[in-house]
């Protein structure tokens, strides 16, 4: 590096006074902008709102669930409401939260360039993103949709008298939001990284937004095609997947999962690329393994393309067939365990900081752990038929999404709040909050293990008696969860204007996000960087940047 070039960089220091929050005043200042770092604040509030409201269904089933008795809830409206959560926080929160917020605001930051290679386009995805969430609040507001997320024919095609069309519709929209973002992010790392800032040298979490933009690229499309066909059998009539009218509706179902199993991948693999980050931040050692856990990540991708049959196993599909995907399900188990074992290397003799980013990430390596191995129960092709869609389903998969994705976002968002608002937050009560969500997780959906196991089918609003104390201790475990995703909210947003100074890094962290001002100046760096030490090389980043102690 330059001598002007460190002098610019240090570690340490006050926020600059000029930054990307007051460049510009003015709603239309923040509307029609540019800025990769606005955009992804654009995209917090939105996804924040989005998540509340998906909250907001889950917590009227768990209450509904208290007693056997459908007695708070109508069947029919149980039925929108599971379907309405679905929708909401996959479509409009799990998929879009990593990549749309952290990635949007810190690829550049972390390969050193202005910005992303077509910042228009950026601001396009949110506009779309907004269009298809309003579209789906007017179908919330004007009486919702019943069919379950997976929008199954030929229920949704001809049986559903709701409003399926504006769903799908809605969905269809939200995936032109996803592929653009996808596009933005490959570009971007392809013909903008810094000078020096070769493939190795790259950050894990840039490694996790590739793989997962490579799925959202190919895998959105399918989807995109399958909601239109629905959508036009629907109004029209011709027989894509309605037997009555010569179509097939297993094929709905190959067409769904072929991009909806990948889909757990553009929500999973972002939260590991946050994990890598934040486990060598507070180990302060390099991710042992660094390129088997950035090809890992490439293989997740590629494999999630070949086992979107194994939910198909009890949908007449040949028991060939079931082999050959139970065992590529397996199979795609290799490259996640890769990531979870290295993590633990890393971790191994550690000197570790445990504040509350790790904390989170302690939380999510051990769900996520839960929920990968039950995938694996799922797998075999005997024990997915006696608990196919019963509540092991629902356990497993929130383990996954939300003990794994939500959890990685909750410690990215902690981990590069600094950053973010050059303020820090009350470690306090971060940490209760923490605390609270873990605790509400396991005691939410483990006792749902048992009731799938046992017998208990999903998505009934009545039960048999037998099962009602499980299902209390889930409704006590998510009033407490509740708290716990409430807390940060409030916290994170006094911090903004109480919160004490951050400095430009506050953990003594590497990586190039850590060497300009928080929060950044418009333009990210006020000259060009140029990298000289390898990945997480904690003794290489301080001696090139002159740097003797911990921060």
């Known amino acids: ?323 050959i995907f139970a065992f590529l399900t397996f199979f795609v188990a290799v490259p996640s365990a890769i990531k979870v074992f290295n993590w633990t290397a890393t971790l191994y003799k550690a000197s570790v900081s445990w504040q509350t980013p790790m904390l989170y990430i302690m939380g999510f390596i051990g769900l996520f752990t839960i929920g990968g191995v039950t995938g694996l129960f799922l797998a075999s092709l005997g024990l997915d038929i006696h608990v196919t869609d019963t509540y092991f389903v629902v356990a497993h998969f929130h383990y996954v999404m939300v003990g794994g994705t939500v959890m990685a976002y909750l410690a990215g968002i902690h981990y590069w709040w600094p950053k973010i608002t050059g303020r820090m937050y009350p470690e306090w009560w971060a940490r209760l909050a923490a605390l609270l969500v873990f605790v509400g997780f396991n005691l939410t959906f483990f006792p749902q293990f048992i009731l799938g196991y046992v017998g208990m089918p999903r998505r009934y609003h009545a039960y048999a008696p037998e099962f009602q104390v499980l299902n209390v201790l889930s409704t006590a475990g998510a009033s407490v969860l509740a708290v716990g995703y409430m807390l940060p909210i409030f916290y994170l947003i006094w911090s903004i204007w109480n919160g004490r100074p951050a400095g430009k890094n506050p953990w003594g962290a590497v990586g190039l996000e850590w060497t300009t001002s928080s929060p950044p100046p418009k333009e990210n760096f006020h000259e060009t960087p140029v990298v000289t030490w390898e990945a997480y090389d904690y003794p290489g980043m301080m001696k090139a940047m002159g740097e003797t102690q911990h921060v």
Do not use: C
């Not at 220091?13 to 930054?19: K, T």
């Not at 239309?28 to 995209?43: E, G, P, Q």
């Not at 990549?99 to 690829?107: E, S, T």
């Open 1 to 323: 590096m330059t001598t002007a070039t460190l002098h610019d960089v240090r570690l340490s220091g006050a926020a600059s006074d000029r930054n990307y929050f007051n460049d510009e005043y003015g709603a239309l200042s923040w509307f029609l902008t540019k800025d990769h770092k606005r955009i992804a604040i654009l995209y917090l509030i939105s996804v924040s709102v989005l998540f509340v409201i998906g909250g907001f269904f889950a917590m009227m089933m768990r209450i509904e669930l208290l007693t056997p008795e459908g007695d708070l809830l109508t069947s029919d409206t149980y039925n929108k409401f599971f379907t309405m959560h679905g929708v909401v926080m996959i479509f409009f929160f799990l998929i879009p939260v990593i990549p749309a917020v952290l990635g949007n605001f810190l690829l550049p930051l972390q390969i050193g360039a202005k910005d992303l290679a077509f910042p228009k386009i950026n601001l396009l995805s949110w506009y779309l993103y907004m269009l298809a969430a309003g579209i789906g609040l007017i179908v919330i507001v004007t009486g919702g949709v019943d069919t379950g997320w997976t929008f199954y024919t030929p229920f949704s095609t001809q049986y559903s008298n709701t409003h399926v069309f504006g769903t799908t519709f809605a969905g269809f929209i939200a995936g032109f939001s996803s592929i653009l973002t996808g596009l933005n992010f490959i570009v971007t790392i392809h013909r903008m990284r810094a000078p020096g800032l070769t493939w190795y040298r790259l950050p894990l979490f840039v490694w996790a937004l590739y793989a997962t933009s490579i799925v959202m690229l190919l895998a959105t499309p399918v989807l995109a095609i399958t909601l239109v066909m629905l959508m036009i059998e629907r109004t029209v009539g011709v027989g894509f997947f309605d037997p009555a009218l010569g179509g097939d509706p297993v094929l709905y179902q190959h067409m769904f999962w072929f991009y909806s199993h990948p889909a757990v991948y553009i929500m999973i693999l972002p939260a590991m690329g946050v994990a890598s980050d934040v486990v060598a931040a507070f180990t302060r050692k390099k991710i042992f393994g660094y390129r088997f856990v950035a090809f890992s990540s490439l293989a997740i991708a590629f494999l999630g393309f070949l086992v979107w049959a194994h939910h198909l196993f009890v949908a007449g599909i040949s028991v060939y067939s079931a082999m």
